[in-house]
């Protein structure tokens, strides 16, 4: 019955997410909103909307370890397992000065996390300001792009557009976005039950289920996303909503739960799996500052990098640790 239950979970989030995105997308367009704008907020958050409820979820059933470790192992997937499968389809290519800022931000988000999680436990006050500083970056990023139509300003549009080739009338629209968010709402239930379930079976910790099994379900509606943008040619549509996703994760996910909960940090994460995602989050801006693109070598080295870190919870954080410690 768990099994059913995660992958009903599953199949709820990625068909939810992808009905809440086309939906609101939608919605935006109708009330006269600008692709740019819809790019930067709408399709950002509403591809992270399954980590977004899978974590509160978690969070208020006294499941910290699963909705930090959905946040963290969801950003790891997303950089590894993503653009590596991405990368495999078509050289990933982009124009550095449309993803640097973006890019950047991610990274300080990412260090600032680190930081936040180092304390043991993320406040509300913390929850707060991380939406604060959320709220702020992309008001200031919003107001730059509109007046002076940078790179990043066109990647945004680009990412808004991706969602439009399905018409529908506002009423379908409206039923669309309302039918994504239910969805959403049930298949993260099913999944964060079935999933503890299975980890108390196993006896495996509750971070460990949200690093694996619950992180690749909630990246799937990112993984469908990018891949069809890579078979369309649209790489740099993947990279964008990979940066955008992430950062998102940290600070409207983590942020927006622990200002209704606070979150208490496994001590597993701090040890191994936050330094995992940071090293990530700099090789990909390494590549971004370089100006290099994403090959298929690089995509093989990804999916491998994201199969040793799957093998090391499989096989154990801290007799991995042991052995190279």
């Not at 289920?209 to 549509?237: N, W, Y």
């Not at 993947?238 to 739960?257: C, D, E, K, M």
Request: net charge negative.
């Amino acid at each position: 019955m768990s099994y059913l239950q995660v992958a009903i979970g599953f199949v709820l989030l990625l068909g939810g997410a992808e009905f809440l995105v086309r939906g609101a997308v939608h919605v935006a367009m109708k009330l006269g909103l600008s692709t740019l704008l819809i790019g930067m907020t709408v399709v950002a958050f509403g591809t992270s909307a399954p980590e977004f409820v899978v974590s509160l979820n978690a969070a208020l059933d006294n499941a910290p370890g699963i909705a930090l470790g959905n946040v963290i192992g969801s950003n790891i997937a997303n950089i590894f397992l993503i653009l590596g499968a991405t990368a495999l389809l078509a050289p990933v290519v982009v124009d550095t000065r449309a993803v640097i800022r973006d890019g950047l931000m991610l990274t300080g988000a990412t260090v600032l996390f680190t930081w936040l999680c180092l304390s043991g436990t993320i406040q509300q006050w913390a929850g707060g300001f991380m939406v604060l500083v959320l709220v702020g970056y992309f008001l200031r990023s919003y107001l730059k792009e509109r007046a002076d139509g940078a790179a990043s300003a066109h990647l945004h549009e680009r990412e808004a557009e991706e969602f439009q080739d399905v018409q529908m009338s506002t009423p379908v629209a409206w039923i669309s976005l309302i039918g994504g968010l239910i969805a959403l709402s049930v298949g993260a239930d099913q999944l964060v039950t079935g999933a503890s379930v299975i980890a108390r079976g196993f006896g495996v910790s509750e971070e460990v289920i949200g690093l694996t099994l619950i992180a690749f379900g909630t990246s799937l509606p990112e993984l469908a996303a990018s891949v069809v943008a890579g078979r369309r040619g649209h790489t740099d549509v993947a990279i964008g909503n990979v940066i955008g996703s992430n950062l998102f994760n940290i600070l409207a996910v983590v942020g927006g739960v622990s200002v209704i909960v606070p979150l208490s940090v496994p001590e597993q994460l701090v040890r191994f799996d936050l330094w995992v995602m940071m090293a990530a989050t700099l090789i990909v801006l390494a590549y971004l500052a370089l100006g290099a693109r994403l090959g298929r070598r690089e995509g093989l080295f990804f999916m491998v990098a994201y199969g040793l870190y799957i093998g090391a919870q499989a096989f154990g954080v801290e007799r991995v640790l042991a052995l190279i410690g």
